[in-house]
T-cell receptor, first 117, second 114 residues
Framework: DAGITQSPRHKVTETGTPVTLRCHQTENHRYMYWYRQDPGHGLRLIHYSYGVKDTDKGEVSDGYSVSRSKTEDFLLTLESATSSQTSVYFC????????????????FGSGTRLTVV | GENVEQHPSTLSVQEGDSAVIKCTYSDSASNYFPWYKQELGKRPQLIIDIRSNVGEKKDQRIAVTLNKTAKHFSLHITETQPEDSAVYFCAATYSSGGSYIPTFGRGTSLIVHP
């Protein structure tokens, strides 16, 4: 569905443990993004990638790291989970906004609901 | 970076009325403005978008307008229906070092009463 899948869909973990979320795409898109969604805050960018091994920080990157070793996979790691990282995490993908491309948009995965207890 | 403000946070209308959601952005270099609809428990889905070289775009009951000078853009939904009830997000995309970064507003919860 939509060429992008996230795993797991739900996860409960304990404070202080590392957690890795996976985003997998079959669209061969260059750009991939990780967002977190919290009530009253909308979608906030954690990290993004503009190619294999090319990543950069977003506005809420503290406590998170990412890796992209293949075009199709973008991993988000919470190095030591805290209760403030309880959230819904969305991955998004986007094609290159080439001139003449009428609509490159952003396609979202189904999200991962993470609870840190 | 970009900053996007979205208003109102909640909008309640009667079925058949029109709804308008407004967003402002800060970076004049932003050039792509998509709108997303998110139903409860689901992923955000693109409903309409506009580029900076266009002032208005329509798709059936929805339309988006862009005022580059004032740096604001709006979503218009006419003849609202109960199934339009959802959270709507606007976004502005700017370029940073060859990457294209969408910044989202905080969302508007639209409630359409039958």
């Amino acid at each position: 569905d939509a060429g992008i899948t996230q795993s797991p869909r739900h996860k409960v973990t304990e404070t202080g443990t590392p957690v890795t979320l996976r985003c997998h795409q079959t669209e061969n898109h260059r750009y991939m993004y990780w967002y977190r969604q919290d009530p009253g805050h909308g979608l906030r960018l954690i990290h993004y990638s503009y190619g294999v091994k090319d990543t950069d920080k977003g506005e809420v990157s503290d406590g998170y790291s990412v890796s992209r070793s293949k075009t199709e996979d973008f991993l988000l790691t919470l190095e030591s989970a805290t209760s403030s990282q309880t959230s819904v995490y969305f991955c998004a993908i986007s094609a290159s906004p080439q001139k003449g491309n009428p609509n490159y948009g952003y396609t979202f995965g189904s999200g991962t609901r993470l609870t840190v207890v | 970076g970009e900053n996007v403000e979205q208003h109102p946070s909640t909008l309640s209308v009667q079925e058949g009325d029109s709804a308008v959601i407004k967003c402002t952005y800060s970076d004049s270099a932003s050039n792509y403005f998509p709108w997303y609809k998110q139903e409860l428990g689901k992923r955000p889905q693109l409903i309409i978008d506009i580029r900076s070289n266009v002032g208005e775009k329509k798709d059936q009951r929805i339309a988006v307008t862009l005022n580059k000078t004032a740096k604001h853009f709006s979503l218009h939904i006419t003849e609202t229906q109960p199934e339009d009830s959802a959270v709507y997000f606007c976004a502005a995309t700017y370029s940073s070092g060859g990457s294209y970064i969408p910044t989202f507003g905080r969302g508007t919860s639209l409630i359409v009463h039958p």
